[in-house]
């Protein structure tokens, strides 16, 4: 299967300050998504985007699938965005819609 | 609007009791229908995923066992838990075989002791 690497593994910031996550995979996708874990668990979408780039308030997100490789901006980090970030995709040639995971990023923001 | 829901949001289990966790969706025909499970240390698994009615595939052979027997409905068992069951369980939809983005539900925590 598609193989998904994120990068950093951990991270730790000071409210207020940028972040990058990134997400590369080893094989075209059709689908990726960027989900956030919050501490009960559920992962939340943040962005569908098998390419191109999106934004939403302080978070934004861009997908070049032609070097495959994804990356979430995070601006202005507050301690509510704790928690675990993953980066899911689904292989072009996959007609039954199975993601394959990244092992996520932990982000702790402290204040 | 489409939701997904999923019970019960915690369990605490003993070693060879029986399991059933439910997943139902709403505001939608058809979906794709996956289980995943989270165990500690993040890494999320596949383990069955259903396109239809009656239709189950496993990704992994284990302990568990799925079935779908109605269309927005997705059902996780096990006859017999183990020590090893114990994890985060997410139910997760993706309507029929469009290339929209998948909605989780918010998990159920097993800890089999």
């Known amino acids: 299967g598609i193989q998904v690497e994120q990068s950093p593994p951990d991270l730790i910031l000071q409210e207020g300050a940028n972040s990058t996550l990134r997400c590369n995979f080893s094989?075209?996708?059709?689908?990726l998504q960027w989900f956030h874990q919050n501490p009960w668990g559920q992962l939340i979408n943040l962005f569908y985007?098998?390419?191109g780039t999106k934004q939403n308030g302080r978070l934004s997100a861009t997908t070049v699938a032609t070097e495959r490789y994804s990356l979430l901006y995070i601006s202005s980090s507050q301690t509510t965005d704790s928690g675990v970030y993953f980066c899911?995709?689904?292989?072009?040639?996959?007609?039954?819609?199975?993601?394959?995971f990244g092992r996520g990023t932990q982000l702790t923001v402290w204040p | 609007s489409q939701t997904i829901h999923q019970w019960p949001a915690t369990l605490v289990q003993p070693v060879g009791s029986p399991l059933s966790l439910e997943c139902t969706v709403e505001?939608?025909?058809?979906?794709?229908l996956y289980w995943y499970r989270q165990a500690a240390g993040r890494g999320l698994q596949l383990l069955f995923y259903?396109?239809?009615?009656?239709?189950i595939s496993s990704e992994v052979p284990q302990n568990l066992s799925a079935s779908r027997p109605q269309d927005r409905q997705f059902i996780l068992s096990s006859k017999k838990l183990l020590l090893s069951d114990s994890g985060f369980y997410l139910c997760?939809?993706?309507?029929?075989?469009?290339?929209?983005?998948?909605?989780f539900g918010s998990g159920t925590r097993l800890t089999v002791v």
């Open positions: 259903s396109v239809g009615i009656g239709q």
């Open positions: 094989d075209s996708v059709n689908n």
């Open positions: 985007i098998p390419s």
């Open positions: 505001g939608t025909s058809n979906p794709n």
């Open positions: 899911a995709v689904k292989s072009r040639g996959s007609t039954l819609g199975r993601l394959y």
């Open positions: 997760a939809w993706l309507p029929g075989l469009t290339n929209y983005g998948y909605t």
